[in-house]
């Protein structure tokens, strides 16, 4: 059976990790639960692994939906969430495919995780398929191929937007605005309307702007891994 790595943040804040009065964060719930019911219902293996490995946090945790409630429930899927892969556990030779899940804390740990870069670099020069949702994408920021140029670099993405981080209030607490960031490493930002399901691929990269388009994601990775190693 075909594997593929999911990465879930192991910040739990919206803020740096001394920044006591912030509001707590995690993985998105629904950002994870949607794209593993759609690959795992292909026939896909998924692990779960986080910069520092070990207990993750959750945010967005409506059990009002379905699948989440679902993938929650389940006591071995939420078991493998507290218990995630270490980096230097993973041989990235073993995965077709690496899923970065968004929640704002993942703008505080992803983009320094130079072992996470490398892996996800590994699985794509091997013909393998990169893929993040909404905040996820903050995990590509720093991750450069072989070649030194970063992966987004002249490729069309879709992440949580700048108008979209205004609305929710955290414009002025990320440490970063993920859309910009994108556009300086060379990508060609592609929004859509507010909170709307929109999905990007390019060549074997695919984005989806926020929580709306996480099912998307998995959805459009389907045909590319088909053909992926």
């Known amino acids: 059976m075909s594997r593929i790595l999911f ?7 919206k803020g740096p990790a001394d920044a006591a009065d912030a509001a707590p964060s995690g993985f998105y719930l629904s950002e994870v639960s949607h794209p593993h019911k759609v690959l795992s219902e292909a026939g896909y293996a998924v692990d779960f692994i986080s910069p520092r490995g070990g207990k993750t946090q959750v945010d967005g945790l409506d059990l009002n939906d379905p699948v989440n409630a679902a993938f929650w429930n389940t006591p071995a899927l939420r078991a493998a969430t507290e218990n995630t892969l270490m980096p230097l556990q993973v041989d990235p030779d073993a995965y077709v495919a690496i899923f970065y899940a968004g929640g704002h804390a993942t703008m505080w740990d992803f983009p320094d995780s130079a072992e996470l870069a490398a892996i996800a670099a590994r699985i794509y020069e091997r013909g393998g398929v990169v893929a993040a949702v909404c905040h996820g994408p903050a995990g590509l920021v720093n991750l450069k191929l072989s070649d030194g ?3 987004v670099d002249g490729k069309d ?5 700048n108008e979209e981080e205004r609305a929710v209030g955290l414009h002025d607490v990320v440490p970063f605005l993920l859309a910009d ?7 060609r ?3 859509a309307p507010d909170f709307q399901a929109h999905v990007v691929v390019s060549d074997r ?11 998307g994601v998995a959805g459009a990775m389907l045909p590319l891994l088909a053909s992926a190693v």
């Open 181 to 187: 960031v994108l556009r300086e490493r060379g990508a």
């Open 205 to 215: 990269l695919v984005t989806g702007q926020n929580p709306a388009s996480a099912a």
């Open 149 to 151: 140029r970063y992966l």
């Open 157 to 161: 993405v879709a992440a949580f937007t």
């Open 7 to 13: 990465v879930l943040t192991s910040h739990d804040r």
């Open 189 to 191: 930002h592609v929004p």
